[in-house]
């Protein structure tokens, strides 16, 4: 069933040329995937579900979650580097310059 009223049951309205990466659900998860994105110099775009805007406004937080768009051009770029920080991986230039191992 479709949740006309709050639109909370698909992702925000967004610009042809983006695609969804992920949708978040805590302003911690947000800042850190936001310093990870431009860390890498990917651009992004961040739009609440539903009132989520109004409700982060008044309330410092939504629950109704904040999607996160990359340009389609590097969404496979952007999974990777997503993909590689939830499973705590090196990144490959980390690994070749020897950081991360133990002396």
């Known amino acids: 069933m479709r949740d006309f009223l709050f639109g909370l049951d ?3 309205k967004h610009d042809q040329n983006l695609e969804l990466l992920t949708t978040v659900y805590d302003n911690v998860e947000l800042s ?8 890498e110099n990917i651009p992004y775009m961040i ?3 539903g009132s989520g805007s109004s409700v982060r406004i008044i309330a410092g937080f939504t629950m ?3 999607d996160v ?3 389609k051009t590097i969404i496979g770029q952007a ?3 997503l993909e590689a920080y939830r499973n705590a991986e090196l990144v490959e230039e ?3 310059n020897g950081e991360g191992e133990e002396p």
């Not at 850190?32 to 860390?39: A, F």
Request: no cysteine.
């Open 79 to 81: 999974k990777e580097v």
């Open 94 to 96: 980390e690994a070749q």
């Open 10 to 12: 698909g992702s925000a």
């Open 47 to 49: 739009r609440e579900r």
């Open 32 to 39: 850190v995937l936001r310093s990870i994105l431009e860390g």
């Open 64 to 66: 109704f979650g904040t």
């Open 69 to 71: 768009f990359v340009p």
